[in-house]
T-cell receptor
Framework: DAGVTQSPTHLIKTRGQQVTLRCSPK?????VSWYQQALGQGPQFIFQ???????QRGNFPDRFSGHQFPNYSSELNVNALLLGDSALYLC??????????????FGEGSRLTVL | DQQVKQNSPSLSVQEGRISILNCDYT??????FLWYKKYPAEGPTFLIS?????DKNEDGRFTVFLNKSAKHLSLHIVPSQPGDSAVYFC???????????????FGQGTELSVKP
């Protein structure tokens, strides 16, 4: 049973460029969330997708956008990259339900470096 | 505004002893708390959770205690093992048992080192 997979694992971009990160959720999961983890910090919630719609959003500018596909996979897009966007981007999947405890399954992350 | 705080960036304990990791929160609307463990080059993995209607939850060597009046929770690991060495994140959510998952507020993490 494949867990959450993310690609690419590492990438380097320059300021002003755009980046797309990809995520496939754990089998059976239909909700995908994205988190940004800066060095020495805990993950910060970016947004959540369910049924191909953005359902919740954290305190991130509009430069951060996303998409969920019918197969539940998801993309995170960041435009006009800034040096401060350098971070580990984590994708997490889950499934809604009455017994959902908020337990998320995380991928290994995509390490973005902006020069 | 740091709603979930882990004030100890690191902790070092001897193998076999107890490890106690602490976490404080400010938002009284949080009603579900979780601990995640993260090894280098891996994503965080769920460890244990507790609902605000409880004050203790145990799972093997791991116990989480919740003090709602103090807005404080702690993770106890007994006995500590070298394989427990990792970064531990405390997280909170405010949607209770009907949470669809996804919006967790994380602390900054505590790096635990268990010495043989």
């Amino acid at each position: 049973d494949a867990g959450v997979t993310q690609s690419p694992t590492h990438l380097i971009k320059t300021r002003g460029q755009q980046v797309t990160l990809r995520c496939s959720p754990k089998s059976g999961h239909d909700t995908v969330s994205w988190y940004q983890q800066a060095l020495g910090q805990g993950p910060q919630f970016i947004f959540q997708y369910y049924e191909e719609e953005e359902r919740q959003r954290g305190n991130f500018p509009d430069r951060f956008s996303g998409h969920q596909f019918p197969n539940y996979s998801s993309e995170l897009n960041v435009n006009a990259l800034l040096l401060g966007d350098s971070a580990l981007y984590l994708c997490a999947s889950s499934t809604p339900g009455l017994d959902n405890t908020g337990e998320l399954f995380f991928g290994e992350g995509s390490r973005l470096t902006v020069l | 505004d740091q709603q979930v705080k882990q004030n100890s960036p690191s902790l070092s304990v001897q193998e076999g002893r107890i490890s106690i990791l602490n976490c404080d929160y400010t938002n009284s609307m949080f009603d579900y708390f979780l601990w995640y463990k993260k090894y280098p080059a891996e994503g965080p993995t769920f460890l244990i959770s507790i609902s605000s209607i409880k004050d203790k939850n145990e799972d093997g060597r791991f116990t989480v205690f919740l003090n709602k009046s103090a807005k404080h929770l702690s993770l106890h690991i007994v006995p500590s093992q070298p394989g427990d060495s990792a970064v531990y994140f405390c997280a909170a959510s405010g949607w209770g048992i009907y949470n669809q998952g996804g919006k967790l507020i994380f602390g900054q993490g505590t790096e635990l080192s268990v010495k043989p």
